[in-house]
């Protein structure tokens, strides 16, 4: 079953206020990929363990029916309740038991998520729900993100490293599988037509408050809140203090740039993208914004 993070409302409310969306990058490359299969037309897409919806609503704006799934049900209520979409439906449910027939799903999507997915059940799921012809597109982003203000990039950033390092001594052990650029989620996609890109960037405009709040959201804050209340606190503290001198402003809503990047290093994560084909029962697959993988079935 799926490794469960995600459970207490309390953190379900701050993912959904602090995560963004795919991209402007990631979502480029990902819907020329689909263009260039033929799946713009898509009558039914799931995206499995949608979180909050950051993802889902993307997929909203471009497809018919889309369906956002997370084993959290409180993630999938923060989702219920966010912005309204009339195509959108969700479910809570398990990644590796999709309620769906078998090859009904034009396309599926996971972004940010699959790691959290047994992989072998999960990628039975995949086979059995895509259809010939229908496409698969899974992505992470990389955790070497850099932040930009003026001619202070570089500093803020070494602290924002320093930080995140000081958090991932909390995390879960299957974030190794994000350090890894998602390898082994590629090389468990049951189809030979697939695709890793991993020169994807992004530039996702944030505040000072955004940026404390993303790792406020992360996983292993929240674990490190189990453990030590006192000290997970004093940390973002002391992040939004180092940020600020760093910055010399004196406003938490002061603007900055997060930037993550996805080229081909020991960092960088992969978007893989896969096409499905009845002959070959293939996905071809991309990688981008960490890695993302596409493929076609």
Known sequence: MAT???EARGHAA?????RFAPGKELQRTILTYLQEKRITAAELVLDVGCGSGQGTRFLAEHFKKVVGMDI???QIQEAKEGLSMPNVSYL???AEELPFKDASVDLLTSFTAAHWFDTDGFMREVQ???RPGGCVAISTYTLDMRLRYGECSENLTQ???EFWDLLLKHSHHRIKLVLEDYKEIFEALPFPDKQRITDIFDTIPMTVAGVVGYLESSS???TFMKSDPEAAKSLLQEAEKRMLEVMGVSSRETPVEL???QWPSAHSAPLMLSSCWTALKGLGSRTSTGPIALWRT
């Open 220 to 222: 292993p804050y929240q």
């Open 4 to 6: 469960q993070m995600f």
């Open 92 to 94: 809570v449910c398990p």
């Open 14 to 18: 701050i993912y959904q206020k602090y």
């Open 259 to 261: 930037w993550s990047l």
């Open 128 to 130: 059995r729900v895509v």
């Open 72 to 74: 959290s049900k409180a």
């Open 159 to 161: 602290g924002f490293r």
